[in-house]
């Protein structure tokens, strides 16, 4: 079972377009696939349907629209990714059934600080 949020892409129905709400913030997504070269591709949309983003490839293991600064980006970082870490790239074969496009939104546990909690000073 999956650590993280991911996106609910429904490969059998590819292209598929759906609505996602993230941060109070209602987005468009349409997941397609390119035959002739065969990788996925993700295009992005406001509730208006006004083109954000359109054919961002997803490479496993990198962020969707990683170095572009747009305010009208979703926040958090989405992450195509494989949590077992064994897929190589993103295939018909495992694409949502062990990769998936993840949030990144888990919080990190701070390190322990010494002394934290030690009663002697």
């Known amino acids: 079972m999956a650590i993280r949020e991911y996106l609910p892409v429904d490969i059998d129905d590819i292209p598929e377009r759906f609505d996602v709400d993230i941060e109070d913030e209602t987005f468009i997504f349409q997941v397609n696939y390119n035959m002739s070269q065969k990788y996925y591709t993700?295009?992005?949309y406001s509730s208006d349907e006004d083109p954000i983003m359109l054919?961002?490839?997803?490479?496993?293991?990198?962020?969707?629209w990683e170095g572009i600064y747009d305010e009208r980006l979703p926040a958090p970082t989405l992450i195509p990714m494989d949590e077992s870490g064994l897929a190589k790239a993103i295939t018909p074969?495992?694409?949502?059934?062990?990769?998936?496009?993840?949030?990144?939104?888990?919080?990190?546990?701070?390190?322990?600080t010494l002394g934290e909690g030690d009663s002697d000073g």
């Open 55 to 64: 054919g961002e490839k997803l490479v496993l293991n990198e962020s969707l």
């Open 42 to 44: 993700i295009d992005l």
């Open 93 to 112: 074969d495992n694409f949502m059934k062990t990769v998936f496009i993840f949030f990144d939104n888990i919080v990190q546990d701070l390190e322990p």
